[in-house]
């Protein structure tokens, strides 16, 4: 007496092809031959997954029910066999993931990502802003809602594979008669047809738009960072899941400011005079007018150091800081009474106009005049 492939699954004649898959996973993984330590344990397992790949087929389960034909095949084919792998594609999936079953194919598919670039201000680096940016990009149909199908209509199923996305045909070989299964071509795979497609998407789902957007740029972003936007991108066809939106940022380049990591450096030039005798300078900051005060004596390259006036950091608490960065300027042109001061000064500091400092001298100076005076 043949075996009953229901029984052995243990599910109801009128189960639908999920549970059957269901069903097939739960008692795979108890009879596989790794676990089952029966004698009989590989031929209950080979008997499993061909129960499994009968049932599983729209069309050889339609045949095993009217027939009671174990191999799911109609009279006259005795004697072949199936092209592929059968019902191991499946225990490939039990055990290692993947893999996928037959049946018709959906139509829906994930829309693509997009990026766009925005150019923001280093203030806005520093504090966070929000933007409207312009976007053309793909969205649902307002027509069809994602149907792809003018409204009040509905899709056919197909004459030729019935609604399984697939056709089967015999075809002889060396290894006898096989049954050949390929993609429908009259409903390419999808097991139905759309007869009266929307007029607005030509049977897409989605139409093309202009939509604007507000972006919200966080603060401490920098040159070449992503914001990642899910569900933003372009609309599915046929309804599906849309992508995603992807901001890239450019920042454009500041008049007086620089950045390094989250610290902003500038340069302030200051009078020869009053670096010597200390004063107090103005710099308009992202915070607002800084006071920079410049002690006497404040020598050209020396930098002063406002804490927590940087950028933000992008991904924490607190703030860079702003590094100033001072320049003492001296006067190229002065007139006589300017150099008669300047004479004046140098004299009474005990200084001759072409007295220079020298720094200590090196050691590879050092050997060269001890060479010398051999």
């Known amino acids: 007496m043949a075996t ?104 829906t598919r994930r829309g693509q ?12 680096a520093v504090f966070g802003t929000t933007k409207e940016v312009q976007v053309e990009t793909a969205v649902t149909c307002p027509e069809c809602s994602g149907s792809c199908m003018r409204p009040g209509t509905s899709p056919t199923t197909c004459p030729d594979c019935h609604g399984a996305g697939q056709t089967q045909r015999p075809m002889r070989s060396i290894l006898g008669t096989v049954i050949q299964t390929q993609t429908c071509a009259r409903c390419a795979g999808f097991g139905n047809i759309i007869e009266d497609p929307c007029q607005e998407c030509d049977g897409q789902g989605r139409v093309r738009e202009r939509k604007t957007l507000k972006i919200k740029i966080p603060a401490g972003v920098d040159r070449g960072n992503r914001i990642h936007l899910a569900g933003e991108g372009e609309a599915g066809i046929a309804g599906g899941p849309p992508g995603d939106l992807f901001i890239e940022v450019d920042i454009r380049a500041h008049d007086v400011f620089t950045r390094r990591g989250n610290d902003l450096h500038a340069t302030v030039t200051v009078p020869m005079t009053a670096a010597a005798l200390g004063t107090t300078v103005s710099l308009a900051s992202f915070d607002g007018t800084e006071q920079i005060e410049v002690k006497p004596g404040t020598q050209s ?49 005990g200084e001759e106009a072409n007295e220079s400092h020298t720094q200590h001298k090196g050691v590879f100076a050092k050997l060269r005049e001890a060479w010398e005076s051999v």
């Open 4 to 107: 009953d492939y229901y029984q052995l699954l243990g599910v109801e004649r009128n189960a639908p092809t999920e549970e059957i898959k269901k069903a097939y996973r739960k008692k795979a993984r108890r009879l596989h031959p790794d676990v089952n330590t029966a004698e009989d344990a590989e031929d209950q397992f080979k008997q499993l997954g061909r129960a499994y790949e009968v049932l599983s087929d729209p069309q050889k389960r339609q045949i095993y029910d009217a027939t009671g034909d174990p191999d799911g095949k109609p009279a006259g084919f005795g004697g072949g066999s199936q092209g592929g792998f059968g019902g191991f594609g499946d225990i490939f999936e039990t055990f290692f993931g993947g893999g996928g079953s037959g049946g018709p194919a959906s139509r």
């Open 113 to 124: 990502d997009s990026l766009i670039r925005v150019r923001i201000d280093l203030g806005d």
């Open 301 to 349: 390259g020396e930098v002063i150091t406002l804490r927590g006036k940087g950028v933000a950091h992008l991904r924490g608490m607190g703030r860079g800081d702003l590094k100033v960065h001072l320049k003492v300027e001296t006067p190229t042109k002065l007139s006589d009474k300017q150099k008669e001061l300047l004479r004046l000064l140098a004299e009474e500091r």
